[in-house]
C-alpha cells in the first residue's frame, strides 16, 4: 500500500511539471516563467522538478501522514537530482520525471523515517524556493544556466 501512495506522488509530480510547463508555454509572463522553465539549462529542470515535487509532497504527507523533514529532505533531492540528470545531458523532461521518481523511492526507502526537528528542513526548501525565484528573475551567467543543447562539448588538449 505505501508503493501505491509513492505512485500517487510521483503521478502529481509528473502531472503538476506538465501543467507548469505548459502554463508557461501557453501564458509567457513572469510569473510563469519564474514557476515553469524557462529553457533547457540544469538549473531550469531543477526547477521544474522543485515546483513539482511541492504538491506532490502535500500529497504524500496528506496520505501517509509521513514527518515534514522526510518531505522536505525528499523535495531537496528531487532538485538537486533533476539539475544533476540535466548538467550530465539527459533532456529536460526525462532528467525531471526521473529525478522525482528517485527522490520519491527515496523517501519510501528512507527518508520517511526521518525524525528530528524540520525547521531546519524547511528552512532550506525556502531558501530554494526564493533562490529559484531570483534567479528566474536575474538569471546570472554560468554553465548550470544556460541552454545545454548546442554547446560543444570542452576539448581535451593533449
Known amino acids: 500500500m505505501r508503493g501505491v501512495r509513492h505512485l500517487l506522488a510521483l503521478g502529481t509530480a509528473a502531472v503538476c511539471g506538465v501543467l507548469l510547463y505548459c502554463l508557461r508555454l501557453r501564458f509567457p509572463n513572469p510569473l510563469t516563467e519564474a514557476l515553469g522553465p524557462a529553457n533547457a539549462s540544469p538549473w531550469e529542470t531543477g526547477k521544474l522538478v ?13 496520505l501517509e501522514g509521513s514527518g515534514g523533514a522526510g518531505l522536505c529532505a525528499a523535495i531537496l533531492l528531487g532538485a538537486g537530482l533533476g539539475l544533476a540528470l540535466a548538467a550530465a545531458g539527459a533532456a529536460p523532461a526525462a532528467a525531471a520525471l526521473l529525478a ?3 527522490a520519491l523511492g527515496v523517501h519510501a526507502l528512507a527518508l520517511g523515517r526521518l525524525d528530528g526537528d ?3 528542513w524547511y528552512g532550506a526548501v525556502i531558501l530554494l524556493a526564493v ?3 531570483l534567479f528566474s528573475i536575474l538569471p546570472p551567467t554560468g554553465r548550470l544556466f544556460a541552454e545545454q543543447a548546442g554547446v560543444p562539448a570542452a576539448s ?3
Request: aromatic fraction near 16%; avoid cysteine; hydrophobic fraction near 75%.
Open 100 to 102: 522525482a521518481a528517485m
Open 50 to 62: 522543485f515546483w513539482a515535487m511541492l504538491p506532490a509532497a502535500a500529497v504524500l504527507r496528506r
Open 156 to 158: 581535451i588538449p593533449f
Open 118 to 120: 524540520a525547521l531546519p
Open 131 to 133: 533562490a529559484y525565484l
